[in-house]
């Protein structure tokens, strides 16, 4: 909404039921969390990406962008589903398997960015992807998501697109998926946490690429606050992880991670009038590595949260082995 507080759709974590009574009244795309992955497809004349991240008997979870403008048009380019209200672009893709994941990467990369120059949507302010086996190791003896960041930043380098907030987490299955927002008119300032090294500069040692990520992206309103994105956060300091192998202070340097990187102290630092807490969040996501582990990180997560947010929990592989949690939302 222009010259609102929120200027971008909000997101909301609902059921499939609640998904289904819903879906046609002011939903600009969806993304379904479930048991099982594929190509993003048309439901309710809706873009929706389905996920393999949850099993068998665990509840699906929907995460539905609202619309902002009252028309919204849909279409496909070069694989990728898309909607878009005048203000805010939804796009959805798939690589899937691949042998090689970079160049499927890259050419996924480079079909979105031609996307978002043609229809007029220039600012990328999130981002999020999935990947099957993420630490797992290809034929040729690289990591699935070393090679990922290759393809994915050879596709930066070739258009010159800021690298916006985003996640890389596993999957249960289907390869590889994302899916974005774009901006037409509000400019986003990338943030990067004084805690942390930039993703983009982590040493070699962590692969041959360096994730093209920034640790979150504030979008600019007209007037008032705006949205914060929050990157997929983990336990690093510096460049480093920390506490391997204790999920418990794992979940303590996460969060004190996001704080960091929403309080006014750091948004000063960037040129933002603006700061935010952990009870501002909304919309968050934690991945737990360990189904053991669900339960206390759960309950770490709701003492620090607001009541009033969705909050969903999913089982899967983060993007280093010696990570257990990560966390991602939206502060508005």
Same mark, same amino acid.
């Given at each position: 909404?222009?010259?609102?507080?929120?200027?971008?759709?909000?997101?909301?974590?609902?059921?499939?039921?609640?998904?289904?009574?819903? @879906?046609?009244?002011?939903?600009?795309?969806?993304v379904?969390?479930?048991?099982?992955g594929g190509?993003?497809r048309?439901?309710?004349?809706?873009?929706?990406?389905?996920?393999?991240?949850?099993?068998p008997?665990?509840?699906?979870?929907?995460?539905v962008?609202?619309?902002?403008?009252?028309v919204?048009?849909?279409?496909?380019? $070069?694989?990728?589903?898309?909607?878009?209200?005048?203000?805010?672009?939804f /796009?959805?893709?798939?690589?899937g398997?691949?042998?090689?994941?970079?160049?499927?990467?890259?050419?996924?990369?480079? @079909?979105?960015f031609?996307?978002?120059?043609?229809?007029?949507y220039?600012?990328?302010?999130?981002?999020?992807?999935?990947?099957?086996?993420?630490?797992d190791?290809?034929?040729?003896?690289?990591e699935?998501?070393?090679?990922? /960041?290759?393809?994915?930043g050879? @596709?930066?380098?070739?258009r010159?697109?800021?690298?916006?907030?985003s996640?890389?987490?596993?999957?249960?299955?289907?390869?590889?998926?994302?899916?974005?927002?774009?901006?037409?008119?509000?400019?986003?300032?990338?943030?990067e946490?004084?805690?942390?090294?930039?993703?983009?500069e982590?040493?070699?040692?962590?692969?041959?690429?360096?994730p093209?990520f920034a640790?979150?992206?504030?979008?600019?309103p007209?007037?008032?606050?705006?949205?914060?994105y929050?990157?997929?956060?983990a336990?690093?300091?510096?460049?480093?992880?920390?506490?391997?192998?204790?999920?418990?202070?794992?979940?303590?340097?996460?969060?004190?991670?996001?704080a960091?990187?929403?309080?006014?102290?750091?948004?000063?630092?960037?040129?933002?009038?603006?700061?935010?807490?952990?009870?501002?969040?909304?919309?968050?996501?934690?991945?737990?590595?360990?189904?053991q582990?669900?339960?206390?990180?759960?309950?770490?997560?709701?003492? $620090?949260?607001?009541?009033?947010?969705?909050?969903?929990?999913?089982?899967?592989?983060? /993007?280093?082995?010696?990570?257990?949690?990560?966390?991602?939302?939206?502060?508005?």
């Open positions: 909404m222009r010259g609102n507080v929120i200027v971008t759709p909000p997101c909301a974590l609902r059921t499939a039921g609640e998904f289904a009574e819903r @879906a046609g009244t002011g939903v600009l795309g969806a379904r969390y479930s048991t099982a190509p993003p048309w439901e309710h004349g809706l873009p929706v990406l389905p996920l393999h991240m949850a099993r008997g665990e509840p699906e979870v929907v995460e962008w609202h619309a902002g403008g009252d919204v048009r849909t279409g496909e380019h $070069e694989g990728l589903r898309y909607a878009h209200d005048g203000e805010t672009l /796009c959805a893709g798939w690589i398997p691949s042998a090689d994941c970079g160049e499927a990467t890259r050419r996924a990369y480079l @079909a979105a031609d996307l978002v120059e043609r229809l007029g220039p600012t990328v302010f999130r981002m999020w992807n999935t990947l099957e086996g993420i630490t190791r290809t034929a040729r003896g690289t699935v998501y070393a090679d990922f /960041c290759v393809g994915r050879r @596709a930066f380098d070739a010159g697109h800021a690298m916006p907030a996640t890389g987490i596993g999957s249960l299955g289907g390869g590889v998926a994302f899916y974005f927002l774009a901006h037409r008119s509000h400019a986003a300032v990338h943030l946490n004084p805690l942390q090294v930039p993703a983009h982590y040493p070699s040692r962590y692969g041959p690429r360096s093209s640790r979150g992206t504030y979008l600019e007209e007037r008032g606050r705006g949205a914060l929050v990157s997929g956060t336990s690093i300091l510096d460049h480093a992880t920390v506490a391997p192998g204790d999920v418990a202070r794992q979940v303590q340097v996460t969060l004190a991670n996001i960091a990187l929403i309080g006014a102290d750091n948004l000063a630092r960037h040129g933002v009038d603006a700061g935010y807490a952990l009870g501002d969040l909304r919309a968050i996501k934690v991945y737990v590595k360990r189904p582990d669900v339960p206390l990180v759960a309950r770490l997560c709701r003492d $620090e949260f607001s009541r009033r947010a969705d909050l969903a929990v999913f089982t899967v592989d983060v /993007c280093r082995p010696d990570l257990l949690v990560e966390v991602e939302g939206v502060a508005t």
